[in-house]
C-alpha cells in the first residue's frame, strides 16, 4: 500500500531518523503518482526492475507487486534497514546498501551486476523506476544512456529543470550534452508535472515524472555511444565557442578541414545549434575517419 505522510513519518520515528536533504530525501506521498509511475513503465512479471533510493519503501512495494525481482539501492543506514525490516523476507527483493554511483558519475559495477545476474534468470527487462534523488539523476541518466546494457524504460521523477534539459530541442538555452544523449538513444516522454507539495518535506522546486524508452541497437553500440559522447563533451565545454574552435581541441586541422568541406555542420554554429542527428552524424564520421587512417 503507498505510504501517507503520517505513514512515513511513524517509520523514521520508530527508526530514530529525520530525513536528510543532502540525500535528497523527498518523499512521494501522492498515491497516484507512484501507481502512474509504475503504470508508465508497464511492468511486467519477467522483469527486473531498478529502484534507486526506495526510502521508506512505498514505491518497492507497488513494484514488488509487479515486477519479477525489484533491486534496489539506498546510501542511507538507517532507511537501508526499514526496507530490510519491511521486505528484507521477500526472495524477489534485493536491497544493496550502497551509492549508486561510485566517483559521482558512474554506476557502482556491482549494482550492474545483480540486475544482469536476476534477468538472466527471469528473462525479461531491465528497467529504472525510481523516484531520483536530485544530485544523482544527470550522473545515473548519463551513464545508463552510454552503457552497453539496454535498461528501458527509465521511468523516474526528477527536478523540473533536469526534465527540461532532457527534452530540450537545439537552439535552446535547456540544451545540452544529456538532451542529445536522451533524445539521440531515447523516446522521451513527459509524463506528469509534480508540484512541491506532492513530497514530504516538499522540495524548494518543481519536479516532473518522464519516460525514457531506450532504442534497442545492435550490441556493441557502446564505442559508438562513448565516440558521441566524447565529441559533445568537448565541444560543450565552452557552448559560447564556435564548433570551429571547439574541435580543434580534440582533432588535428587535416580532420577539421575535412569536417568543413564535407558540409553537413557549419562550423561557425556554436554547439547548441547542432541537432540531435547532425551530432550523431559528425561522431559517426569522426569514427569512419579514425577507422581509415
Ligand atoms: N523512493 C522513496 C520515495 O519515492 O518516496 C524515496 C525517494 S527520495 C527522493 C531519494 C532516496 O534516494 C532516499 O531514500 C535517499 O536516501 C536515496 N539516495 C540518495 N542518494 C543516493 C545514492 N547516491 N545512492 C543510493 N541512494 C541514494
Not at 497516484?32 to 511486467?44: E, Y
Not at 527509465?154 to 527536478?159: D, G, I, K, R, S
Not at 553537413?264 to 569522426?286: C, I, M, N, S
Request: proline fraction near 5%.
Amino acid at each position: 500500500m503507498v505510504q501517507t505522510r503520517r505513514q512515513i513519518e511513524a517509520l523514521l520515528n520508530e527508526a530514530g531518523i529525520r530525513p536528510l536533504k543532502r540525500f535528497g530525501q523527498n518523499f512521494l506521498i501522492d498515491g497516484n503518482l507512484i501507481r502512474k509511475l509504475v503504470s508508465a513503465a508497464g511492468v511486467r512479471s519477467d522483469d527486473t526492475v531498478l529502484e534507486v533510493g526506495p526510502g521508506t519503501g512505498s514505491l518497492t512495494e507497488e513494484l514488488l507487486a509487479a515486477a519479477g525481482h525489484v533491486v534496489t539501492v539506498e546510501i542511507d543506514k538507517g532507511l537501508a534497514a526499514v526496507c530490510r525490516g519491511r521486505f528484507g523476507g521477500n526472495e524477489r527483493f534485493t536491497l544493496l546498501h550502497t551509492d549508486v554511483l561510485q566517483r559521482k558519475s558512474e554506476i557502482t559495477p556491482a549494482v550492474l551486476d545483480v540486475l544482469r545476474a536476476r534477468q538472466a534468470r527471469l528473462g525479461g527487462r531491465m528497467m529504472l523506476v525510481a523516484n531520483l534523488p536530485y544530485q544523482v539523476a544527470t550522473p545515473l541518466l548519463v551513464d545508463l544512456l552510454l552503457g552497453d546494457d539496454r535498461v528501458s524504460p527509465l521511468c523516474f521523477t526528477v527536478q523540473a529543470e533536469v526534465a527540461d534539459r532532457l527534452v530540450a530541442p537545439a537552439g535552446t538555452k535547456e540544451y545540452g550534452p544529456i538532451s542529445i544523449y536522451a533524445q539521440g538513444f531515447a523516446e522521451a516522454t513527459r509524463i506528469a508535472r509534480l508540484p512541491p507539495e506532492v513530497f514530504w518535506p516538499a522540495p524548494q522546486v518543481e519536479s516532473a515524472m518522464l519516460r525514457l524508452s531506450v532504442r534497442s541497437g545492435p550490441p556493441g553500440m557502446a564505442p559508438a555511444k562513448r565516440g558521441l559522447a566524447e565529441v559533445v563533451h568537448a565541444c560543450f565545454l565552452h557552448r559560447r565557442k564556435t564548433l570551429r574552435r571547439n574541435l580543434r581541441t580534440i582533432m588535428d586541422d587535416e580532420t577539421l578541414d575535412r569536417v568543413a568541406r564535407d558540409g553537413r555542420w557549419d562550423l561557425h554554429d556554436r554547439p547548441e545549434q547542432l541537432t540531435v542527428a547532425q551530432w550523431t552524424e559528425l561522431a559517426g564520421f569522426l569514427a569512419e575517419r579514425s577507422r581509415r587512417k
